[in-house]
């Protein structure tokens, strides 16, 4: 969905994926599908953490889904929100995680056939382990309405695997993680690898050229954290 990994496939080694989600609502549907590589993160679980999908597709008014995704085992979530766009789950979507992974691995198509969901509420996120900060520019003041993005330090491609709601008003950040591990954090305004826009932050927690590894244990909550961030157009040169 929202990023790319720096392993490329070519057009004829993506699966071609469709089916229709069907729900008791004569509303129109608006929300997505997500599909998280089995091999490279846990199970999806948004009320504990939320998981950075691999690949999303949007889900039509009527309900059917069509495109092309890297072969893999997934875990699939839909979420059901109001706006129908991509990005984190929040507090009063509706979801619902599919109860078997799909391999989509040695198949060129696949069919999902109709979906037949009965999906919950998202209610309230519950905070286990997970780590507690601000986000500041360079002249300290907190910066709002951006992302915190968290990668595992051994991960080959760097991928971000959890994200954070976006900053309130007062810079703070709380993001989700799961179980054991060591993150590298970064700051975003946007929540894809697109262009960024002329004045999108970038940041890293610890000096960008020498990030900084959080350590986390399950059940264990990181505070005071402070991530500095800059305009993008200052990063480049410091390239």
């Given amino acids: 969905m929202i990023f790319c990994p720096l392993l490329v496939f070519a057009e004829q080694d993506l699966v071609s994926v469709k089916g229709k989600v069907i729900i008791n609502s004569t509303e129109r549907i608006k929300g997505i599908i997500s599909f998280f590589n089995k091999s490279t993160g846990p199970e999806p679980d948004p009320k504990i953490y939320l998981r950075i999908p691999d690949e999303v597709l949007e889900l039509k008014e009527n309900g059917t889904f069509e495109g092309k995704i890297k072969p893999a085992t997934y875990y699939v979530g839909i979420a059901l929100n109001n706006t129908g766009k991509k990005g984190p789950l929040k507090i009063g979507d509706y979801y619902q995680i599919l109860p078997a992974t799909v391999s989509l691995e040695n198949v060129k198509t696949f069919d ?107 059940s264990e909550i990181i505070e005071n954290i402070k991530i500095k961030v800059e305009k993008y157009s200052n990063l480049k040169t410091k390239k």
């Fill in 112 to 218: 999902f056939g109709l979906v037949n969901l009965c999906p919950q509420k998202l209610e309230q996120f519950v905070i286990k382990t997970a780590i507690k900060g601000i986000v500041v520019d360079e002249d300290g003041k907190p910066v709002p309405d951006v992302y915190v993005f968290a990668s595992l330090k051994e991960s080959k491609t760097k991928k971000p695997l959890f994200i954070s709601e976006k900053t309130d008003k007062e810079g703070r950040f709380l993001l989700r993680v799961a179980g054991n591990g060591s993150y590298l954090l970064k700051v975003r305004s946007l929540i894809d690898n697109g262009k960024p826009q002329p004045n999108s932050v970038f940041g890293t927690y610890g000096d960008y050229n020498n990030p900084e590894t959080i350590n986390i244990k399950d």
